[in-house]
């Protein structure tokens, strides 16, 4: 009789809707509405492979457009000795991809900021830990560098219409609203700038790819009538598709000399009028970009800033003490923002190959909207941040090296949507 009454008085109070947890019914399942195909069976090869070139490739108007992943690998050096390349390396290989859609503008992310969204939006560690993983093995020795299995980095093309995890952003892009395809721009880094080699050996840096490849996954419907396209004149109608993630400008970077008390204050410019929904802010340090005395390169270390403070028009939305926003970033999401790598370690004398010690790398995630779980994997949500027009941003921080040249990278990640009529999708912010 208690227990009756305990279970009237919570059941009178709180609100909600019924659900059957016993048995399979209308309101705890759900049906797919149009019957769909996966396959990933289309693959375009770079035509350019060299070091530091620009290639375009296309996706044809045919549906709806999944993940998109792109496989590259090294040719054998004919002469290893000497040649390094750090985890990861694959997304290194890239300094810009840009994409379009139909007819839309032509925007860009950089191969940094493509690594650091790829792994900011796993859902796990361990995954995000494979993703990193897959961009590329370590190459310390001459075996290493013989090993086509480990010459190959397979890299996640983070696009707006994607995300590498399964809840959230999962919908298809529906190109079958476009006249016009699906450009993607892939601008190959120089390789010196990403390959480590020590100046006291004889090593032949490539200079081009063996191959690369962009795999595109496709969603098609087994009923072609059931798309928009066959069931509304796209010419008089608008279709609006959100983008879940939102939508990420290309990186801004900040480059600030730190005194001996590695302070440091930018103003954080070039955001675009929109609904802010967070930031990304990751270090870079300048000597780490280009190669020092032993030849060494590490352009994907980040270095945690000791302490930070960001503010919009003078009010603070982020405080941190002596590095608490680690923690805070780690409450606000499944899993932190820090990737275990394997840093590279020159060779001393009389050693002559390269070693590898494991390294946090850290970037830092300010959220502006508030944090909601998503409970399907096809559910997105619009959750608002704070309304940025010529709003004044500023960021100050300490830096645990003084005395040291940084370069301060911000990704500011708004609230968007596609609004697809007349052959191409534009962006509405």
Request: glycine share 8%; hydrophobic share 40%; aromatic share 8%.
């Amino acid at each position: 009789m208690q227990g009756a009454v305990a279970l009237n008085v919570q059941q009178s109070i709180r609100p909600g809707e019924d659900m059957d947890t016993y048995y399979a019914g209308k309101e705890n399942s759900k049906l797919q509405a149009h019957a769909t195909v996966e396959d990933n069976r289309f693959f375009v090869a770079l035509p350019s492979l060299n070091s530091g070139s620009s290639s375009t490739v296309t996706f044809n108007p045919n549906e709806g457009l999944a993940e998109v992943i792109m496989t590259m690998r090294l040719p054998a050096p004919s002469n290893a000795a000497g040649l390094c390349l750090q985890e990861g390396w694959g997304y290194n290989m890239l300094r810009r991809i840009g994409y379009r859609y139909g007819s839309s503008q032509l925007y860009y992310i950089t191969g940094s900021q493509n690594l650091v969204e790829a792994l900011s939006l796993c859902e796990d560690s361990g995954k995000k830990q494979q993703m990193f993983f897959l961009g590329g093995q370590a190459l310390l020795t001459a075996a290493d560098w013989a090993d086509a299995g480990k010459r190959t980095a397979y890299i996640y093309l983070r696009l707006p219409h994607s995300s590498p995890a399964l809840s959230g952003s999962a919908l298809p892009f529906p190109t079958d609203v476009l006249t016009a395809p699906v450009q993607l721009q892939i601008d190959l880094n120089d390789f010196a700038r990403v390959i480590s080699k020590d100046p006291t050996q004889a090593g032949v840096l490539p200079t081009t790819l063996e191959l690369a490849t962009v795999n595109f996954t496709q969603v098609t419907m087994q009923d072609s009538g059931d798309l928009v396209a066959r069931r509304f004149d796209m010419s008089k109608h608008a279709l609006t598709i959100p983008l879940g993630d939102g939508w990420c400008q290309e990186e801004v970077q900040f480059p600030i000399n730190v005194g001996a008390n590695g302070q440091f204050q930018v103003s954080l410019t070039g955001c675009k009028a929109g609904d802010l929904r967070k930031l990304r802010i990751w270090v870079t340090k300048d000597s780490d970009q280009s190669p020092d005395g032993d030849g060494k390169i590490s352009p994907n270390k980040f270095v945690p800033p000791a302490q930070l403070t960001f503010a919009i028009n003078g009010l603070i939305y982020l405080d941190s003490a002596n590095g608490s926003w680690l923690l805070t970033n780690l409450l606000r999401r499944r899993q932190p923002p820090v990737v275990t790598y394997s840093d590279v370690i020159a060779p001393v004398a009389p050693a002559t190959a390269w070693t590898a010690a494991p390294y946090a790398n850290v970037w830092c995630e300010i959220d502006l909207a508030q944090p909601h779980t998503l409970g399907d994997s096809q559910e997105v949500a619009l959750v608002h941040g704070v309304p940025v027009m010529n709003s004044v941003m500023n960021l100050q921080g300490i830096m645990p090296i003084g005395n040291t040249q940084y370069t301060v990278h911000a990704e500011y990640v708004l609230n968007c949507s596609w609004m697809a009529s007349r052959g191409s999708a534009e962006f509405v912010f």
